[in-house]
């Protein structure tokens, strides 16, 4: 196998290619929300984000954090086969819990889920390619990935759903699209060494679990905070419902674009001034990286507030703008869990694993009783106010985390 060859960008260039290609493949995503809801209406919209509000919090726990072990591991104190081991674990267990919960749902609904659980735990396995690429301080490779992927997925999905109304059909083609993407290219960024299995590699997959478990935890509740409201709504309400809160909800995964790609591409600076013990510019570096992302958030919220319904109509349609005046709460949660985000990527650089899964665990407690207070009193209104609160809990989880690190490193 062909492994493509070594050599670092700059923070600049690496932000450049992520934020262009973490454009693109959102645009895509962004694209087949906007072609289920034009041809097929916030029905199908709400079976399709329902795969992915109940799969994604699966495959995150499953994934272990290891792309960001994998970043953070200036030392390569682990074997290629430890990973690619502990991977194929965790991806089988993916698949299995993930059949499980699809099947208490409708047979309309059960398959759909199902289908998504494969493509996320694909993607999951790019993800694990991907963390070699930015081992390398390589993130073109995942950006030329991204674009590839987002191209090609979406241009399936199109051709299928406009021509059969099939949704599960449809994203059979969009699974299939990103299996190809793995085989053909992600897989090139990994080492060339042959997989074995050693007392070693045997210690290198126990440290994995053992440093993966928290971060597991820790992803399961990051991701079931925000997707909670959706639950409570779909159960509550219904798809159509939820289509129309995910539709909305989906311009923060837009949003999200320039805050991955900067916090991608400091997780390994700042994993080398953790090593290094520079804390002066461990912080320096984090503090500009939040003035910057509040800045786009304000602009955000005024958009949000000013061109709502025009954009919710001329996007998705007049089913979507009716509900306008929920969008510039949502755009208060996303400011705020922009600048979480980014703390979230400062807090796992600096190593601090373990502490995170029993603060983000609260957080996510928290979403799931504003939820069920909010929710079926208020419906589409309540799950927008459920977001706002799970995003400024989610940032003041990596403060305090953060804080408690910097008083220890001083004393």
Wanted: glycine share 8%.
């Amino acid at each position: 196998m062909p492994q493509i060859k070594s050599s670092r960008n700059s923070l600049k260039k690496n932000t450049i290619w992520m934020m262009a290609g973490n454009t693109y493949y959102s645009l895509c995503q962004w694209l087949v929300l906007v072609i289920i809801a034009r041809f097929g209406g916030t029905k199908d919209v709400g079976v399709f984000t329902l795969g992915l509000a109940i799969t994604t919090p699966v495959v995150m726990f499953f994934a272990l954090g290891m792309r960001t072990i994998l970043a953070t591991d200036t030392r390569q104190e682990r074997d290629f086969s430890a990973y690619f081991l502990v991977k194929t674990i965790t991806s089988i267990g993916v698949l299995v819990v993930c059949f499980g919960i699809a099947l208490w749902f409708s047979q309309g609904k059960w398959l759909v889920i199902f289908i998504v659980a494969i493509s996320k735990t694909i993607e999951s396995i790019s993800d694990m390619c991907y963390g070699y690429a930015q081992q390398d301080q390589r993130l073109d490779r995942v950006a030329i990935s991204l674009i590839v992927r987002g191209t090609l997925s979406t241009s399936l999905l199109a051709i299928i759903y406009m021509e059969t109304n099939d949704l599960a059909a449809s994203v059979c083609a969009y699974t299939a699209s990103w299996l190809f993407i793995l085989f053909i290219y992600d897989r090139k960024n990994l080492p060339e060494t042959p997989l074995h299995f050693d007392k070693q590699v045997a210690a290198g997959m126990r440290s994995l679990f053992q440093i993966g478990l928290p971060l597991g935890i820790t992803g399961l509740m990051g991701l079931l905070g925000p997707n909670i409201p959706r639950y409570v709504l779909e159960n509550a309400y219904g798809a159509e419902a939820l289509g129309v809160f995910s539709g909305m909800a989906y311009f923060i995964t837009i949003g999200n674009i320039p805050v991955m790609a900067l916090g991608q591409s400091l997780v390994p600076i700042l994993a080398n001034y953790h090593e290094k013990k520079e804390h002066k510019s461990f912080f320096s570096l984090v503090l500009k990286a939040l003035a910057s992302i509040l800045v786009m958030g304000l602009l955000g919220i005024a958009a949000a507030y000013l061109l709502g319904a025009f954009v919710l109509n001329l996007v998705y349609g007049p089913e979507f703008a009716t509900r306008a005046d929920v969008l510039p709460l949502i755009a208060i949660a996303a400011a705020i869990g922009y600048l979480g985000n980014i703390l979230g990527y400062t807090v796992s650089a600096a190593k601090i694993y373990i502490a995170q899964a029993p603060a983000f665990a609260f957080v996510a407690l928290t979403s799931l009783c504003c939820a069920l207070v909010l929710i079926p009193r208020f419906g589409v209104e309540g799950a927008a106010y459920t977001m706002v609160l799970n995003s400024l809990m989610s940032l003041l989880a990596p403060i305090l985390l953060l804080f408690i690190y910097r008083k220890r490193k001083i004393a």
